[in-house]
């Protein structure tokens, strides 16, 4: 049995869990490498991974041997197949931050369960330490992203829409082996004082702010990255918000080490940004891995502390509604003594 599913089946024992249903596509191919439609059944003996006929072929040709997973059509079966599979499980977990009520009715409907149990996100919370081929398709995905960038500095233009720089991103990753992370985000002028606005036709102009906020995903695994270049010039006024991000950017970097608090962290950027009179319009970052945004968050709020191979986005921002926005993010690896950032583009003023 692989290495995941032999941890989870280990974990779920000391839960007294005797089987899971598992139902999220990227929880899926964690654990089985599995990139198709489906659903995996862990039960007391063996591991099933019931699928639609037009996908078996491709899940029988991604499994190998040591996966242990008996792969099962889902046309071939009945109802009184699916009412087996847990016959002599007393408890049978489920993902609850997945599943909707509708799902979860139907799952009870369908499978018969004595007892379904919430698991409370133990394979998400596996997620959030990458192992070292995890941290390997993540710099490949930093690096495209990074080489992306620079290409960037050198292709834009005035006149250019935000949307043709946006549709040349997506052209850039496919050709270098990856595809979007996330619908990037390009915003100028005006339009960058919206943290997560759509790219429009709107047509960059001089003077202008530009935010781009984008990353590639390679082999599963994605890249986090904004920049805030400017077309021409820099105001002052602007400058000085570029600065302050910037800084408390590196004091989230500096800050950030295995066992350290995220609470205590976000407690001194978020109070430095109040005191130069702006209020946080989000948090100051997330965990980056096969999803662009998953736990742990980057905010007071947070009870969790930063473990060795975590990665994290990291990413303050300032908004001035109506005029500009102002934000610089990165991806990190939280490391034993500190940080790696494997975003490596240039934080210096890009003025094209």
């Known amino acids: 049995m692989n290495d995941r599913l032999r941890w989870i089946r280990n974990n779920l024992k000391t839960q007294n869990i005797q089987g899971m249903i598992i139902q999220n596509p990227v929880n899926i191919h964690y654990l089985s490498n599995i990139d198709a439609e489906g659903v995996l059944l862990l039960t007391l003996k063996e591991n099933f991974y019931i699928t639609d006929e037009r996908y078996l072929e491709k899940v029988q040709r991604t499994l190998m041997v040591d996966d242990e997973i008996v792969v099962l059509s889902s046309r071939n079966l009945i109802q009184e197949d699916y009412e087996n599979f847990f016959m002599f499980c007393e408890n049978v977990g489920f993902e609850e931050h997945y599943v909707t009520y509708a799902k979860y009715k139907e799952i009870m409907h369908k499978y018969k369960v004595h007892s379904l149990v919430e698991t409370e996100g133990i394979i998400e919370k596996q997620r959030q330490i990458k192992d070292f081929n995890e941290i390997k398709n993540l ?12 290409y ?17 991103i997506e052209k850039y990753f496919k050709a270098s082996g990856g595809v979007l992370a996330f619908d990037t985000i390009v915003a ?7 943290p997560h606005a759509t790219p429009t036709d709107r047509k960059i102009i001089s003077g202008d702010v530009i935010t781009i906020d984008m990353g590639c995903s390679y082999n599963g695994y994605c890249a986090d990255m904004t920049r805030t270049i400017f077309v021409d010039k820099i105001e002052e006024r602007v400058k000085a918000s570029y600065d302050l991000v910037l800084e408390n950017q590196n004091t989230v970097i500096e800050e950030m080490k295995d066992g350290a608090q995220i609470k205590i962290i ?28 998953e736990d742990p968050i980057l905010s007071q709020k947070s009870d969790k502390v930063l473990k060795e191979n975590m990665v994290i986005a990291v990413e303050p921002g300032i908004y001035i509604p109506g005029k500009y926005g102002i934000r610089i993010e990165d991806t990190v690896l939280i490391t034993r003594e500190g940080t790696e950032i494997l975003t490596k583009s240039t934080k210096e003023y890009c003025v094209i």
């Open 139 to 150: 710099r490949k995905a930093c690096q495209i992203t990074d080489d992306c960038f620079t």
């Open 266 to 293: 976000a407690r001194i950027v978020e109070g430095n940004l109040k005191m130069h009179g702006h209020d946080p319009m989000h948090a100051l970052g997330h965990g980056v891995g096969m999803n662009v945004h």
């Open 152 to 168: 960037l500095l050198k292709y834009i233009k005035k006149g250019m829409t935000e949307k043709q720089i946006a549709d040349e």
């Open 188 to 194: 100028s002028g005006e339009n960058s004082s919206m």
